[in-house]
């Protein structure tokens, strides 16, 4: 069931100013292209894959963010030249538990739960994979800095979505002068939502004292019947929201029908880079601001931390993607239409190959 609450972020104390100037220099820093750092040492993927695969088992595959990662992790493995499959799902536990099930019979070295799957409905599944020599990851699944990976993993590559979120509240902080009065939304089932969500709301609470905002919890099996009234009638009883923050981009397809049936001139601020979402913003006015991550890279720098736990390598628990910030001035370079690759460069392709020992 949709769950209500709201956040007051005013502050009781005498009456400051917001942060801009931080929120404009954290803006300034993921405008920049994205260049590739390495994650660890150069080791030669080859040889140490030669004997080893990987199974991969997503959220869902009918959500393109983690079709275009799976594609990442696919075409890396290409690259490096081992067995690599990409199981089917459609949001079912069922189907995890099938995967992983298959992942252990067919003789797979390490399973990858990628892309917001919760493991912790899987905790009897993942310990008899391990149980039986199958290493056990997940690929941007939890916070980097604010979420443990849990002892029943064998380890995890993770995102830095607290920046994310950060970048979401600074962008409306700025553009309303710290007058900020946002409709937050987003699916408290999936792993990643807390850190973003959280980001968003601590961020305007710690640098915006006249900023408001209102939280509200659409699963996303709900999204089609429940986010669009839910938006619509918030944007009704508050006439004076500016900013709508749905912490995943693709929520967009039912706020901006609220927006427009609600007569609001909210705009649409959030995170992901999806294709659609883009495409929204480059024709029209509504979207303003998305926060995006190569899905291509996150695909191979998943694949690179996996390599390195199956490798007996030191261990990388933080992906190395770098958020990167689309607006009407550069939109047009993520495609026509809109790719989940286009726009952030390519510099990961040649930095990882070299980082492998690959020409």
């Known amino acids: 069931m949709r769950t209500l609450a709201t956040a007051a972020l005013a502050l009781a104390a005498t009456p400051a100013l917001a942060d801009i100037e931080a929120a404009r220099a954290l803006?300034?820093?993921?405008?920049?292209?994205?260049?590739?750092?390495?994650?660890?040492?150069?080791?030669?993927?080859?040889?140490c894959m030669a004997d080893k695969s990987m199974f991969v088992i997503p959220l869902t595959n009918a959500n393109p963010f983690n079709a275009a990662i799976s594609a990442g992790m696919v075409e890396a493995a290409g690259v490096v030249g081992f067995r690599i499959r990409d199981w089917e799902t459609q949001l079912d536990p069922t189907q995890w538990i099938q995967g992983i099930n298959t992942a252990v019979a067919e003789?797979?070295?390490?399973?990858?739960?990628?892309?917001?799957?919760?493991?912790?409905?899987?905790?009897?599944?993942?310990?008899?994979a391990r149980a039986k020599g199958v290493k056990v990851t997940a690929t941007h699944n939890w916070d980097a800095t604010t979420q443990a990976i849990p002892e029943f993993m064998d380890s995890a590559a993770n995102t830095d979505y607290v920046t994310m979120g950060q970048l979401i509240a600074a962008w409306a902080i700025v553009q309303t002068g710290g007058k900020v009065n946002a409709l937050v939304l987003g699916p408290d089932e999936i792993t990643p939502t807390a850190p973003l969500r959280d980001a968003i709301l601590g961020y305007l609470r710690d640098n915006c004292p006249d900023c408001k905002a209102t939280y509200i919890n659409v699963p996303v099996n709900e999204w089609a019947t429940q986010g669009q009234p839910a938006t619509q009638n918030a944007l009704l009883a508050d006439p004076s929201i500016n900013y709508v923050l749905p912490v995943y981009d693709s929520m967009a397809s039912f706020i901006a029908p609220a927006i427009q049936i609600a007569g609001s001139r909210a705009k649409i601020v959030s995170y992901n880079g999806t294709p659609f979402v883009l495409d929204m913003m480059r024709e029209g006015d509504m979207v303003e601001m998305i926060v995006g991550e190569s899905l291509g890279w996150v695909g191979y720098a998943g694949v690179d931390a996996n390599m390195r736990l199956l490798c007996g390598l030191e261990p990388v628990t933080k992906l190395n993607t770098p958020a990167y910030i689309f607006t009407d001035a550069n939109v047009a370079t993520a495609g026509v239409p809109a790719t989940y690759n286009d726009g952030y460069g390519d510099s990961h392709i040649a930095g990882f190959k070299a980082l492998w020992g690959i020409q």
């Open 107 to 128: 003789g797979y070295s390490l399973i990858d739960l990628q892309g917001g799957l919760p493991p912790e409905f899987l905790v009897p599944q993942i310990m008899e």
């Open 27 to 47: 803006i300034a820093q993921y405008s920049q292209l994205p260049q590739f750092e390495a994650p660890g040492p150069a080791f030669d993927a080859k040889a």
